[in-house]
């Protein structure tokens, strides 16, 4: 890694114009990460844009400074892109190839479409990658940057509870809250925000959480017709996963939404089963625990769960 951190570094130096990006739909992490970078190139005098084509953006995550700079159109020539948490180029969503793209990132299912890959899918976020590039360079982390990393590695560990979480994560942490992060109003701000029409989403969708394997997997579904009638919006239905994952007998958790491209799955499993297996398989991607796809075409719920639960039981065998 630090090799690549160094050599991502001199083309960073070399370069006048940046583009920082994310994928689309952005999470904490995306948008953490990305903005996390800009700080530090206004600091070295670069003409930065930071971009997301996903519009509007989730305003959980509006207290992110220089939030407000992120755009969803790209400059018309620049000299260097970098793409932060995103695992293809296609959810980058955008049509030409850039000059030259440094692409960081943490998930597994990577395809290194960049032309330089800084991968580590140990990492908790992307945010601690780019942590680790900026400490590898000896660059200052001034309190805005930081305020960027801590929030993504908050979204991406489940505030700390995941597998990823390990001394490195809680160092990195420590160091960040030296470099002014206050913990109580990063939390406040991502979790005492809520909306009442996620928590109504919820009513509905916990109404209609199935257990199948013994108990070992949970689907629920969030139609069109739940969205329109609670008002809630498409990041609302962010976290539903995670919460049914809390069943206690329960390894996987599947969420089905109606979606106009098709519908979106989202998994999360919980001590063994590799989901991101299954999200590769229909054109998606992710991590070991948490990973997500886009059915495109003629499908409905319960065609697309007889066909998750085929591919569940194998990624469920002979595991304890
Ligand atoms: P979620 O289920 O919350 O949308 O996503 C879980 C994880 O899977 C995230 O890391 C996300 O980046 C990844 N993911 C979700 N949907 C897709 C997809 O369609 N393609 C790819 N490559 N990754 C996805
Ligand atoms: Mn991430």
């Not at 084509?53 to 509006?62: A, G, M, S």
């Not at 296609?90 to 030259?100: A, V």
Request: hydrophobic share 40%.
């Amino acid at each position: 890694m630090t090799e690549l951190f160094k050599k991502a570094w001199e083309r960073i130096k070399e370069a006048d114009s940046i583009v920082l990006i994310s994928h689309i739909n952005p999470d904490g992490d995306a948008l953490g990460s990305s903005l996390s970078m800009y700080p530090v190139l206004k600091n070295m005098s670069k003409k930065v844009t930071v971009c997301n084509l996903t519009k509007p953006l989730p305003d959980y995550l509006d207290f992110l400074p220089n939030f407000n700079k992120v755009t969803n159109k790209l400059p018309k020539s620049y000299d260097l892109m970098i793409s932060f948490d995103c695992g293809s180029f296609d959810r980058l969503g955008i049509e030409e190839k850039p000059p030259f793209l440094i692409n960081i990132d943490h998930h597994i299912s990577n395809t290194e479409y960049g032309d330089i890959n800084i991968i580590d899918p140990k990492a908790a976020s992307t945010s601690q990658v780019v942590y680790n590039m900026l400490k590898t360079n000896g660059i200052d982390i001034n309190e805005e940057s930081a305020v960027c990393i801590y929030t993504a590695l908050v979204t991406d560990t489940g505030s700390f509870q995941y597998e990823s979480v390990n001394d490195k994560v809680f160092e990195c942490a420590a160091d960040l809250v030296r470099c002014g992060v206050k913990p109580d109003y990063v939390a406040k701000m991502l979790f005492q925000r809520d909306r009442l029409s996620r928590l109504r989403l919820l009513a509905k969708a916990y109404d209609t959480i199935e257990l199948c394997c013994d108990g070992k997997v949970a689907f629920v579904e969030v139609t069109k017709e739940m969205m329109e009638i609670t008002g809630a919006i498409k990041e609302d239905t962010d976290t539903i996963v995670n919460s049914v994952r809390a069943i206690a007998s329960v390894e996987v958790a599947v969420m089905l939404r109606e979606d106009d491209e098709g519908i979106k799955i989202s998994l999360r499993s919980k001590n063994y089963a590799d989901v991101s297996k299954i999200a590769v398989k229909y054109g998606g991607g992710g991590h070991i625990r948490a990973a997500g796809a886009t059915l495109k075409g003629e499908f409905d719920f319960s065609k697309v769960k007889n066909m998750l639960k085929e591919d569940l039981k194998e990624i469920l065998k002979g595991e304890e």
